[in-house]
């Protein structure tokens, strides 16, 4: 009895958006008197951070700092159509909605701005942190709070913008599956090393280290937040993780965390990445998705990894403990065999 | 490495802001769909099938009505349209799932009777108390039986199969499969197995309905798709969109299980019948046995490879268990189709990927949708490959990546891979050394060099045209040997 270890690798692509588009998000942007800029939406955050994300980007279009953008969600009779927080397309789809919805209104305020400064709009540039400048002459500018407070009350205008994305719904040949299932692609490499305890069956794993490809990333501390939480759920995929142990026998079907077994902190392993930035066409300011991928290597480096350790290959996820010990008996035979009838 | 242009400085965009939501989330003040409560706000629980297929004879609520707060029980009789699909929004047919079932059940946890009581323990003691007469019929659990002349067929259409647009599966062809069967040095062969597995939520899912004065519900929600869940209740209830108003936005995690529409139509209904805000969150069994799950997977995949590791042929027959219904699952066995050769130029492909109904808890969208498991196949398969062929686990991966430029198997050229540049970034971060061809290369689009140059044969094989036959524009094959032939 042993603990024999190894590496495994596997490398992905994964596809943006949902696979046939006809999957639209719209947004409305508005400015309030104090120059703020509300983002409504009917778009959900499922905890990765989407409010964030998209506040980010409606930052960067209309030229302000992230915290004067408050994003209105979720609430259909506020927030204009979203498809929904799925197919890693809301940093894509709603991202390029609110980006439109940004632009139009920065025009709308950069329109108001040069009333103000006497200045042609062409000649306007928004620094970022709430300041409209004539370009080419420093001593000109105005605040944003001020634009949008006289928008209101003096020049009786609206500061708003609306945006939608959608790529267009495509077929799929029934007969050759031509089609067009996706807005872009995002890579991955994971290299997983584990341990196999050979009297046991248990599998430690010990680090999971990966290359992401993700286009432009908005926020880089929530791209590796799904980096991490995608390499445990692809851990607890590869080794723990069902609701039919014996499946396709539907028995013992488990009713809580007791008895869905999924690991804990203390069999994390060392969760290490690069990111990588080729921005994509079809996102906003390059972004890809990265949502749903990060399980998605993890799963087979894990499975290379033990058999790279202990020589038996389970084709059956889980792999439990038992499938291994059950692996690691088959190939033992096998090997007794052989060398019974090699003396 | 190709270059990250940035087309202006960005100010907010690339920066680790903190996110908008971590206080409130931290410190336990965030609002969730179940934490909305009401005066006067009743309970919904649901009576659910204890067997895998029966046909129902009976239902006595008699004893349940006399259970003390006991309010209302709603059958499916109450449901102005009670068979659906989720999918339907998007043209999928047919309409096959019951809200609540009528003369049969599909699964074990399907729901028969919603009863809606003043307390949720009130609620749990009617549902205990009501009758159920059953008459057991045959099940099917494994994807490939259900798929035999005799099965016990789940659908009400006669087949176990899903049909896509004239076919039992999602087809994918191109080139010749078996032309390049024919041509290749090495067979590899294997079959992948995954079992169902659950989204496991923080949150389980739930939704809390409340009649309005004008009229109008409200409906506080934990959906991942806030007008999907919204449009697909107005067609179960036969109600005018405008008179549902949905609010949400804050999920407690999604992970593809809060895009089925399951909570809100039964617990919208029990709100106009009853005058009162009705609230239906899964327990948490519930969210483990009857919530949809990822689907199992069964995936064969037959390879043909050249004595240096390309590949020129891959046959792949998978199957997804869609359990009893169909939900967002035939929609990922297209996603899976579409996939299911990996991000690796092969020549000749031949996919069928079926969407088979057996009588378990239906399966439906899971992170990944459809990919997850091809590329847990696919990825030990390349070691396989690697380890028949004699080359290690980065060269197999490096001879056969997909680059711009090259036809995928569903006909679309390549325009965003980096494949290649994220496995040498990934070879840099562990210390692995790679050759040097594997250093130089790069996903830029292959230039038609001589067979026989570095990349030429490989380019022959990426862009080939599509449709065009195996022979014409295929690899140049060595002569077949019987040497590691299956």
Redesign the interface.
């Given at each position: 009895m042993a603990k024999l270890r190894g590496?495994?690798?596997?490398?992905?692509?994964?596809?943006t958006g949902m696979?046939?588009g006809?999957d639209p998000s719209q947004a409305l942007i508005h400015a309030t008197t104090s120059g703020s800029f509300v983002v409504a939406?009917?778009?959900?955050?499922?905890?990765q951070?989407l409010?964030?994300v998209i506040?980010?980007?409606a930052?960067?279009t209309l030229?302000v700092?992230?915290d004067e953008v408050v994003?209105d969600?979720?609430?259909?009779?506020t927030?204009p159509?979203?498809?929904?927080?799925?197919?890693s397309r809301a940093t894509h789809r709603v991202g390029n909605a609110v980006k439109a919805a940004a632009e139009e209104a920065r025009t709308a305020l950069l329109e108001v701005a040069a009333l103000e400064l006497n200045a042609p709009v062409g000649g306007l540039v928004l620094d970022?942190?709430g300041n409209v400048l004539v370009a080419g002459d420093p001593g000109r500018c105005v605040r944003v709070a001020e634009v949008a407070s006289k928008a209101q009350f003096e020049y009786g205008r609206t500061i708003s913008g609306r945006g939608a994305y959608m790529k267009p719904?495509s077929p799929?040949d029934?007969?050759?599956?031509?089609?067009?299932?996706?807005s872009?692609?995002a890579?991955?490499?994971?290299?997983a090393e584990v341990e196999v305890d050979t009297e046991t069956g248990q599998v430690a794993v010990l680090g999971i280290?990966?290359?992401?490809?993700v286009?432009?990333?908005?926020?880089?501390?929530?791209v590796r937040g799904q980096i991490v939480g995608g390499a445990w759920?692809g851990m607890s995929?590869a080794l723990y993780?069902?609701?039919?142990?014996y499946?396709?026998?539907?028995d013992h079907?488990?009713?809580?965390?007791s008895?869905?077994v999924?690991p804990g902190p203390a069999e994390l392993p060392e969760i290490?990445?690069?990111v990588?930035?080729?921005?994509?066409?079809t996102g906003p300011?390059?972004v890809?998705g990265v949502?749903?991928?990060t399980?998605?290597?993890p799963?087979?480096?894990i499975?290379?990894a033990i058999?790279h350790a202990c020589g038996v290959?389970v084709?059956?996820?889980?792999v439990t403990p038992e499938k291994i010990l059950r692996g690691l008996e088959a190939k033992w035979a096998t090997e007794s065999a052989a060398a019974a009838g090699g003396r | 490495m190709p270059e990250l242009k940035m087309p202006e400085p960005l100010h907010v965009v690339g920066r680790s802001v903190q996110r908008s939501d971590a206080a409130a989330h931290v410190t336990g003040r965030t609002r969730y769909a179940g934490d909305y409560t009401f005066p006067g706000m009743l309970h919904l629980r649901m009576v659910r099938s204890p067997v895998h297929h029966a046909m129902i004879r009976a239902v006595d609520l008699s004893r349940a009505e006399r259970v003390p707060g006991f309010v209302r029980a709603l059958t499916w009789r109450d449901v102005p349209h009670n068979v659906y699909t989720i999918l339907g929004l998007i043209g999928v047919e047919p309409e096959e799932e019951f809200v609540l079932a009528q003369d049969r059940v599909r699964y074990k946890g399907e729901p028969i009777v919603a009863i809606v009581a003043e307390t949720e323990a009130a609620a749990l003691e009617a549902v205990a108390q009501v009758r159920l007469d059953l008459e057991e019929l045959p099940a099917v659990f494994d994807v490939e039986e259900a798929l035999q002349p005799d099965a016990p067929i789940v659908t009400h259409w006669g087949s176990n199969a899903f049909m896509f647009e004239g076919h039992p599966c999602r087809r994918v062809r191109f080139g010749d499969v078996e032309a390049g069967f024919a041509q290749a040095d090495h067979i590899v062969e294997a079959v992948y197995n995954s079992s169902p597995i659950e989204h496991a939520p923080t949150e389980t899912t739930g939704c809390v309905a409340v009649p309005e004065a004008d009229g109008r519900f409200t409906v506080y929600t934990n959906t991942q798709a806030l007008y999907f869940s919204l449009d697909n209740t107005a067609i179960i209830l036969q109600v005018a969109g405008k008179r549902l108003h949905f609010v949400g936005g804050t999920v407690g995690g999604g992970f593809g299980g809060k895009v089925d529409v399951i909570v809100e139509p039964i617990a919208t209904l029990a709100a106009m019948k009853t005058g009162r805000p009705v609230r239906y969150v899964f327990s948490r069994s519930e969210e483990m046995q009857v919530s949809s799950t990822r689907s199992a997977w069964r995936i064969r995949i037959r390879d043909g490879v050249m004595r240096d590791g390309r590949i020129v042929a891959r046959k792949v027959t998978s199957y997804a268990d869609s359990g009893a219904y169909s939900r967002q699952t035939p929609y990922a066995l297209t996603k899976h189709a579409a996939n299911a050769a990996g991000p690796y130029a092969i020549p000749n492909v031949s996919i069928d990927a079926y969407c088979v109904f057996t009588n378990r808890t239906p399966s439906s969208a899971m992170r990944g949708f459809g990919v997850t498991m091809a590329s847990y196949a696919i990825e030990v398969q390349m070691d396989r490959i690697a380890e028949r062929v004699g080359v290690d686990p980065w060269t197999i991966r490096f001879v056969n990546a997909y680059r711009n430029g090259d036809m995928k198997p569903h006909r679309k050229l390549a325009e965003d891979a980096t494949l290649i540049e994220t496995m040498q970034a990934a070879a840099a971060l562990v210390g692995h050394e790679l050759t040097d061809e594997q250093r130089a290369m790069t996903s830029a689009p292959r230039s038609p060099g001589p067979e026989g140059s570095p990349g030429g044969e490989a380019a022959a094989a990426g862009s080939r045209a599509a449709g065009a036959p195996a022979s014409a524009g295929a690899p140049a094959a060595p002569a077949s040997t019987a040497e590691g032939v299956l």
């Open positions: 590496t495994g690798i596997a490398a992905v692509n994964y596809p696979n046939l006809g939406l009917s778009s959900t955050d499922l905890g951070g409010r964030t506040g980010q980007i930052a960067e030229g700092a992230a994003i969600t979720a609430d259909t009779d927030g159509h979203c498809m929904g927080t799925f197919a970022g942190f719904k799929v029934p007969e050759t599956g031509a089609m067009d299932p996706d872009t692609e890579h991955a490499c994971t290299i280290r990966s290359a992401y490809e286009g432009r990333q908005v926020n880089p501390a929530l759920m995929h993780e069902t609701t039919e142990p499946y396709p026998n539907p079907k488990p009713k809580d965390f008895e869905y999924m290490d990445c690069v990588l930035e080729v921005p994509s066409s300011y390059g890809k949502g749903e991928m399980a998605n290597s799963i087979p480096a499975v290379n058999y290959r084709d059956d996820l889980p | -």
